[in-house]
């Protein structure tokens, strides 16, 4: 992988936005899972910063697609996307496959991170219900994004360079993958939890 090393002006702006939303994110989960697990409080950390992209960041994307293009907007947030658009091309104008999955994450994806943030708070029945279709459809997202482009020989990413590469592509993406994934485990675990709850309760009843 050659040059890249440094880390342009352009990439600062964007990247500190990133770290901000995370921040606020962090603050308000931890607020909202006082008295809760730390399991739990670090999901509604994870679920507060994932809400705040879906409609802070990927809303505003899929209205300037909408409307025109990312390349010709001067707004302030297509900053962000031009500068990721230097990894993935497709995010500069109208990909009907990009647009399409972000206009299903940003109503989709970010109503069900707000319901599930409610339910953990809450202690709903439903918490698990939930949270399994969520981290399926960002699982399903992060597969829809790049797998057609992976099919036709990635001719739209850039890999050439470390940070477009590691941290655009593989960080960003990957962690839209990994948190889902443990998210998924957890489900797992607790609804395997509670049919053993169940079924052994049943039986002193008998």
């Not at 485990?185 to 609804?191: A, T």
Request: glycine residues 12%; hydrophobic residues 50%.
């Amino acid at each position: 992988m050659r040059g890249g090393w440094e880390l342009g002006a352009a990439a600062g702006g964007p990247l500190l936005l990133c770290a901000a939303l995370l921040a606020v994110g962090c603050a308000l989960g931890l607020r909202l899972g006082r008295g809760l697990g730390a399991a739990d409080r670090g999901a509604l950390a994870w679920l507060c910063f994932d809400a705040l992209v879906h409609f802070a960041l990927e809303g505003p994307f899929v209205y300037l697609s909408l409307v025109g293009n990312i390349t010709d907007s001067d707004a302030l947030i297509a900053s962000l996307w031009k500068e990721y658009g230097k990894a993935d091309a497709r995010w500069l104008y109208l990909d009907p496959t990009i647009v399409s999955l972000e206009i299903l994450t940003v109503v989709l994806g970010g109503f069900l991170a707000l319901v599930l943030i409610y339910a953990i708070v809450e202690e709903k029945h439903y918490r698990h219900f939930i949270q399994i279709t969520l981290c399926v459809c960002e699982l399903y997202g992060g597969w829809m994004t790049f797998c057609p482009d992976w099919l036709m020989g990635s001719p739209n990413l850039n890999t050439n360079n470390w940070l477009y590469f590691w941290v655009y592509l593989v960080f960003f993406n990957g962690v839209w993958v990994l948190i889902p994934g443990l998210l998924l485990w957890q489900s797992w675990v607790e609804l395997k939890k509670m049919h053993h709850k169940g079924f052994n309760s049943g039986k002193k009843l008998q």
